[in-house]
């Protein structure tokens, strides 16, 4: 590839991994609303359980600001391709969750966290490549 073919490349996943931040952000916060939650929750029917997969998602965006700020002050996004493979996990675990306490699980938590993590690994895979580029150049 050429000079100018990965510097676009780069800048498509960083805008990527920016747009997969708001929309894990968006998706953790928005699950305490009722009525703006991107999610289905059936509390109706599931009460307890479905509470606490609301919270779940609370925490998970909680822990991505975490995360991010850790990574910003340190200037190393290489740690974000353990988060997004802990986030592609979370696939399974979710299914488990619904599995274990009887409660549906939304079918676009998947898509969801493949995105999220997929989105994590590659901007922290680029991230990593791009630290040990410049650190053969010095």
């Known amino acids: 590839m050429t000079f100018k073919g990965l510097q676009i490349l780069k800048l498509l996943l960083e805008v990527n991994f920016i ?6 952000l968006a998706g ?3 699950s305490v609303s009722e009525s703006f939650s991107i999610f ?13 997969l609301r919270m779940i998602m609370i925490y998970l965006a909680m822990t991505e600001i975490v995360i991010l700020g850790y990574c910003f002050f340190r200037k190393n996004y290489q740690t974000l391709v353990p988060v997004g493979f802990f986030l592609v996990l979370m696939i399974g675990s979710m299914e488990f969750y619904g599995e274990i306490n009887a409660v549906e699980i939304d079918k676009n938590f998947p898509l969801f966290f493949l995105y999220i993590g997929l989105s994590h690994i590659f901007f922290g895979v680029t991230a990593g490549m791009e630290k040990n580029s410049a650190d053969i150049h010095l």
Request: charged share 20%; no cysteine; hydrophobic share 45%.
């Open 19 to 24: 747009l997969s931040v708001i929309v894990l």
């Open 28 to 30: 953790g916060f928005l």
């Open 40 to 52: 289905e929750f059936n509390e109706d029917l599931y009460g307890a359980p479905d509470n606490n």
